[in-house]
């Protein structure tokens, strides 16, 4: 059985997808960029703010579908610019300090809306 998932302490979906989807006790969040839940507003000051932001919307997701960061399996980052790199390792390390799940980063042509950074997670329900 597939679930759709959906909650308002995370951003709605820019487009035709869901926010995440629960299927055989796995979380698959769709990748979440720097956008402010309540205003819809692109964090853009910084790419630590912007990492913290969709982090914080990964964590959001997770937590509505009773998971959390600490169950994440597989994540993945997407860049606009890999010489963030390093600034973003600094910012994910305060999430998972303890619990490094597997994870794949990349620099990207372009991500929606302009945004410094997406970032997407599997995790276990």
Known sequence: MINLLHTD?????????????EVNG??????????????????????????????ENVKAILENAGSSLEKAVKV???????????KVNEIYGKY???HKPARSC???ANLPKGA??????????
């Open 9 to 21: 302490k995370a951003p709605a979906a820019v487009g035709p997808y869901s926010q995440a989807i």
């Open 26 to 55: 796995l979380i698959f969040t769709s990748g979440q960029i720097p956008l402010v839940p309540e205003t819809g507003e692109l964090v853009t000051e910084s790419i630590e703010k912007a990492t913290e932001r969709s982090l």
């Open 76 to 86: 993945n980052i997407f860049l606009a610019d890999i010489n963030d790199f390093g």
């Open 96 to 98: 998972f300090s303890d």
């Open 106 to 108: 990349v620099e990207v």
């Open 116 to 125: 410094l950074i997406e970032i997407e997670a599997i995790a276990e329900k």
